[in-house]
T-cell receptor, first 116, second 112 residues
């Protein structure tokens, strides 16, 4: 079955540590997105990529980094510069950006990151 | 910053009633509007999309769009306890390559 796989489901980070969240899709989608959700809040856009080897900052990119070396993969690194990383992280994909406009987002099941 | 505003709720309705959820947005050039349902601890799932002014019906759900007033709403008829969830309004964002901009969501509670 096609879909988006996020791993791990739960992740614990120590102060000053970088961690990487995995997002893999087998839907042959061009566009991929990372969102962050805090309790009682909506989704805020961190980064998005419309095509391989290209990505753009979203509204809250500071303290995060991404890469898009393969169409299937869009990993997110939460760096030590992100001072309040505890949140629920969601990865999504769409056939292309315009298909995203048509509501064709497929979401992964999310990664819950906690600072310990 | 393009904004999407929703009343956080909770909105409580009795089983079988109509639930009405509202959303306003600030980006006048937005072209696409969506409603997602999110259960606690889960990822959002798309329930309705709408692109032109007027009403769009799909089963028990009706989405309404008024671009002049920058307003979009979702009606849920014959509400069921299983409809209890957070409903997120999402709008295409012209500043972010048309990635979706989400509201904070309205919590809906349907009581038996």
């Amino acid at each position: 079955d096609g879909g988006i796989t996020q791993s791990p489901k739960y992740l614990f980070r120590k102060e000053g540590q970088n961690v990487t969240l995995s997002c893999e899709q087998n839907l042959n989608h061009d566009a991929m997105y990372w969102y962050r959700q805090d309790p009682g809040q909506g989704l805020r856009l961190i980064y998005y990529s419309q095509i391989v080897n290209d990505f753009q900052k979203g509204d809250i990119a500071e303290g995060y980094s991404v890469s898009r070396e393969k169409k299937e993969s869009f990993p997110l690194t939460v760096t030590s510069a992100q001072k309040n990383p505890t949140a629920f992280y969601l990865c999504a994909s769409s056939m292309n950006v315009w298909d995203g406009i048509q509501g064709g987002y497929t979401f992964g099941s999310g990664t819950r990151l906690t600072v310990v | 910053q393009k904004e999407v505003e929703q009343n956080s709720g909770p909105l409580s309705v009795p089983e079988g009633a109509i639930a009405s959820l509202n959303c306003t947005y600030s980006d006048r050039v937005s072209q696409s509007f969506f409603w997602y349902r999110q259960y606690s601890g889960k990822s959002p799932e798309l329930i309705m999309s709408i692109y032109s002014n007027g009403d769009k019906e799909d089963g028990r759900f009706t989405a309404q769009l008024n671009k002049a007033s920058q307003y979009v709403s979702l009606l849920i008829r014959d509400s069921q306890p299983s409809d209890s969830a957070t409903y997120l309004c999402a709008v295409s964002n012209s500043n972010s390559g048309y990635a979706l901009n989400f509201g904070k969501g309205t919590s809906l509670l349907v009581t038996p």
